[in-house]
């Protein structure tokens, strides 16, 4: 197995341990000792090659499909994106319901999921934009555009959708957003 592949491999299998809230020791508590800590984090750094049936039983053990556990075939984009996608929920908050109602849902619900109750803002993946603008009808950089246009979005994040699918997860500096808020259209 190649090093790249490995490290791709452990980092799915981290991202699947973290999403289920569990520890290394989590793992191995919830296993009652059939997954140990050790072995788990040796996976998931790519220090130890995994068998397809260990594979296939640490899919069972977390309950999603072994495809799940596998890092994307794919090679990566030599240009990934840096522009985060954050939505100011203040905002958001203050938009009529007929037209911000599908957006406040989405958002409440990936909140929900990350039991993330800041209130103030809230990062979410391209692939989440791409999904509201289906919802919405429009295309996503449609979409994009009105929602810097109700303040939802710090303007300046045009065409990210096509740039870069990163997982966004991480903590913004609220004060670069000011006071942008317009009236939806």
């Known amino acids: ?21 569990l520890s290394l020791q989590g793992v191995e508590d919830k296993s009652h000792g059939r ?6 984090g040796s996976y998931e750094r790519g220090d130890r090659a995994v068998t397809v049936q260990r594979l296939s039983e640490l899919a069972v053990f977390y309950g999603v499909p072994v495809s799940e556990l ?7 984009s030599a240009v990934t994106s840096t522009n985060k996608i954050v939505l100011n929920l203040e905002s958001l908050g203050s938009l009529p319901a ?14 929900a999921q990350r039991h993330d109750y800041n209130g103030k803002v809230l990062s979410i993946r391209a692939e ?15 979409l994009t555009s009105r929602l810097i246009e109700w303040g939802v979005l710090s303007p300046g ?29």
């Open 1 to 21: 197995m190649s090093t790249d592949y490995s490290r791709a491999l452990g980092a799915r299998l981290r991202a699947i341990r973290n999403q289920q809230g």
């Open 35 to 40: 997954w140990k800590a050790v072995v788990v």
């Open 70 to 76: 596998l890092p994307d075939p794919r090679p990566s």
């Open 98 to 111: 007929d037209e911000a109602g599908p957006l406040a849902r989405y958002a409440s619900t990936i909140q």
């Open 128 to 142: 989440d934009l791409k999904s509201l603008a289906i919802i919405y009808d429009m295309s996503p950089d449609e």
């Open 157 to 185: 994040m045009d065409g990210i959708v096509s740039n870069g699918d990163d997982d966004l997860e991480e903590d913004v500096d609220e004060s670069a957003w000011g006071d942008r808020r317009r009236s939806p259209r």
